[in-house]
């Protein structure tokens, strides 16, 4: 029996919930030789009827389909497919299991036992560096789960490589051996934030950030930063980075009022998109207008640039990681499916979600046929739905382009990154040529991190490799937020250069969105809020 035929028996055994008590939110799979797990966050969150007062073990149902995080779960799947089809590793098939996280620490947990413990006959195992599976592991979104599933697997040695989270505290190899990024750590996105102030003398801006391990360190970089650079905080606030935060709302709106008040005209959000998200919508029942200043976080959701009345707000720049090009990629989107011999329950979610019946929808259409579309509002999950809905008889059978245009897939480029990382480290360690792969078949996860981290490979013209700290070192697109219609539309503006430290603006592409731009502070400003 071929050894990729035994894993897949072993996945589906998996699926199937045989040979494991523990819950699982592992919804993709492809059998292969060697086999790469990933923490996705295709789901926003964990809801549980008394999440905040838990008194023993219970299940947690994951809510809010995110089509970005999809999206990029998808992009990791295309290219494990693309290096399958190429021959890079010839005679060497690679396969995947995807988990999902909802971005939740504790659920990361659990699902990376999952991953790690999935050729073991029991649910526990006591020493995972043996010959585990999965012999590396993509993910996770967020700093808050990626630090704690490094914890874990910096115990083993089991290679981790993130592609979106850049908390520096991650830069520490003493206590994440095994975490690797393919994106800068957010020392130099700080660092940038505070050229870009210093280049338009924004010396008085407001900070909000979140309560998580991202959102703290973030804050503390800045403020070092700022302080060396004499760009002053107005003002700070914390917004609870948890979703379902009972104090959540009131918090937005205290600290909209904060925003209000202050004499600031620039401020900084670090903070998830969801958050901004409600913090923006608060900002325009207001009627307030601002600067504001985006981290990677949210520099390039396409949902928050196409809320509604987004182009009352003021100007928006941004810093984003370093975007290119994934071949084939959007005939992908447009043509869903598992493939041969893979399951993937995140497709059948969403082609339901897109193209499936609903009561909701059915409620909906009734009342435009005696009503405007005016009084009758669209829900998140009707805005999903294709005209086409209620009207196939299976909606796992149908595609369109809904996903190439509600997601920027520039911003897959990370995925993409991490995977061929991985491949050309499979390559060195297998001993491939074109031909075969000489190398030894039963890959230890440790040996495999050895190799990551001397890859030095060209992709699209670039070159790319892991620094000292374990973190790519391509710097940042400055983007700009320019008014299309009632939305925005980004636009690179600049780039920040992490080995020269300078931030490259090209001005004259501003179409400013306030009148001659943002009205700089005076001292006066400053006395007056510090009360001096």
Not at 81 to 100: A, E, K, M, Q, W
Not at 125 to 130: A, L, P
Not at 367 to 395: F, I
Request: glycine share 6%; proline share 4%; with cysteine.
């Amino acid at each position: 029996m071929f050894p990729w035929v035994r894993c897949y028996i072993l996945i589906a055994t998996i699926f199937l919930g045989l040979g494991s008590s523990c819950e699982s939110t592992c919804g993709a799979s492809s059998p292969g030789d060697i086999i790469i797990g990933m923490l996705c966050a295709c789901h926003a969150k964990v809801e549980s009827e008394n999440l905040h007062s838990l008194i023993q073990p219970g299940r947690f149902n994951c809510t809010e389909f995110d089509l970005r995080s999809f999206v990029q779960t998808l992009a990791v799947i295309h290219t494990i497919d693309t290096i399958n089809d190429s021959g890079f590793l010839p005679g060497i098939r690679l396969g995947y299991i995807i988990c999902d996280t909802c971005v939740d620490a504790s659920k990361a947990i659990q699902n990376t036992l999952h991953l790690l413990a999935i050729n073991s006959s029991t649910t526990t195992q006591c020493d995972f560096t043996e010959s585990p599976v999965v012999k590396a592991i993509i993910g996770a979104r967020t700093s808050e789960v990626s630090i704690a599933v490094a914890r874990l697997l910096g115990i083993y040695m089991v290679p981790q490589i993130s592609t979106t989270s850049s908390a520096a505290i991650l830069d520490d190899k003493f206590r994440f051996p095994s975490f690797l990024r393919t994106i800068p750590s957010d020392e130099h996105q700080t660092r940038a934030l505070v050229k870009l102030m210093a280049h338009f003398d924004w010396n008085w801006v407001g900070v909000v950030s979140g309560d998580d391990t991202y959102g703290r360190d973030a804050l503390q970089s800045f403020l070092i930063e700022a302080d060396n650079a004499h760009v002053c905080a107005a003002f700070q606030e914390v917004l609870p980075h948890y979703l379902g935060h009972s104090d959540r709302v009131q918090r937005i709106r205290e600290v909209a009022d904060r925003i209000q008040s202050s004499s600031a005209q620039v401020v900084l959000l670090i903070l998830r998109s969801a958050l901004v998200e409600q913090l923006f919508k608060e900002m325009i029942r207001k009627g307030i207008s601002k600067t504001w200043i985006a981290t990677d976080s949210w520099s390039m959701s396409r949902t928050l640039a196409s809320v509604k009345g987004i182009n009352a707000i003021g100007d928006i720049f941004g810093f984003s990681f370093i975007k290119g090009l994934n071949p084939g990629f959007n005939n992908f989107l447009t043509n869903l499916a598992p493939g041969p011999g893979g399951v993937n329950s995140f497709i059948e979610e969403y082609k339901n979600a897109r193209f499936g019946c609903s009561p909701e929808l059915i409620k909906h259409k009734e009342c435009l046929k005696s009503k405007s579309a005016a009084h009758c509002p669209l829900s998140y999950s009707l805005m999903l739905k294709s005209e086409l809905a209620c009207t196939l008889p299976d909606p796992q059978n149908a595609n369109d382009d809904f996903l190439t245009d509600a997601v920027d897939l520039s911003l897959t480029y990370s995925e993409t990154l991490a995977v061929w990382s991985v491949a050309h480290a499979l390559r060195s360690l297998l001993k491939c040529n074109q031909f075969n792969c000489s190398g030894e078949g039963n890959i230890l996860p440790w040996k495999l991190l050895q190799e990551l981290k001397k890859i030095n490979f060209t992709l699209d013209n670039k070159q790319f490799f892991f620094d000292d700290s374990g973190s790519f070192a391509d710097g940042y697109d400055l983007v700009y937020w320019a008014k299309r219609g009632d939305r925005r539309h980004f636009e690179d503006i600049g780039r920040y250069n992490l080995m020269e430290s300078v931030v490259e603006i090209r001005s004259a592409s501003i179409n400013w969105a306030t009148p001659n731009g943002t009205t700089f502070p005076t001292a006066w400003y400053v006395q007056m809020e510090h009360g001096l």
